[in-house]
């Protein structure tokens, strides 16, 4: 078993519309988690992170955690063309380390 | 402020060649991390050091060595490249561990 799945996609959403991606993970004992965006051929950067359980918050993005079912996801509201990249999930261990998920590929379509 | 930066962005060596990936970041982090990316698998950690000094190994380090030049450098060396490191290798720095900057990496062929 990996320790971060996601489904590899490719989303496809039309314009406007929710993207949900989702991420699971298998050790209990993590606390910190984070969505990273990857355009083709460039770098992952930091979108969203979150640390309790909830939802969080920030433009068009929310972040869910929930801990007793190991699971985190990432709404996209009103998506838009620009959004269209690959999302990794990422999981912090021990030792200012991150475990990354494979990514889910976005598509979203005008 | 260039972020973290990376040499070469394109590189093509032949099986057996060495060659030594250079980073450097200048935001003052004290960690500095390795990844290569390939198709399908995600970004999976090669070397790391959490500190100027400090280097350990991550998930995939078979043929890598690293060397914390010091607190801005952080390089990655090939000694013998195999065809099965043709990869896109990613350097990352990050103050605390929780955001993770990166560069904008080097695509290595190995024929």
């Known amino acids: 078993q ?28 993590s606390q910190s988690f984070f969505w990273y965006r990857q355009y083709s051929g460039k770098s992952p950067e930091l979108i969203m992170s979150i640390y309790s359980n909830g939802d969080k918050e920030d433009g068009r ?10 699971y985190v996801s990432l709404l996209i509201r009103d998506s838009q063309p620009s959004d269209s990249a690959t999302y990794l999930c990422a999981v912090k261990k021990y030792g200012n380390k991150l475990v990354f998920g494979a990514g889910t590929i976005l598509r979203v379509k005008s | 402020n260039a972020g973290v930066t990376q040499t070469p962005k394109f590189q093509v060596l032949k099986t057996g060649q060495s060659m030594t990936l250079q980073c450097a970041q200048d935001m003052n982090h004290n960690s500095m991390y390795w990844y290569r ?22 998930e995939v380090p078979n043929g890598y060595n690293v060397s914390r030049l010091n607190k801005r450098e952080f390089s990655l060396r090939l000694e013998s490249a195999a065809p099965s490191q043709t990869s896109v290798y990613f350097c990352a720095s990050s103050e605390t561990g929780y955001e993770q900057y990166f560069g904008p990496g080097t695509r290595l062929t190995v024929t």
Request: charged letters at 20%.
């Open chain 1, 2 to 29: 990996k320790e971060v799945e996601q489904n590899s996609g490719p989303l496809s959403v039309p314009e406007g519309a929710i993207a949900s991606l989702n991420c699971t993970y298998s050790d209990r004992v």
């Open chain 1, 61 to 70: 993005f929310t972040a869910q955690l929930n801990k007793a079912s190991q």
């Open chain 2, 37 to 58: 990316q390939d198709p399908g698998m995600g970004l999976r950690l090669i070397y790391y050091s959490a500190s100027e000094g400090t280097t350990d190994k991550g």
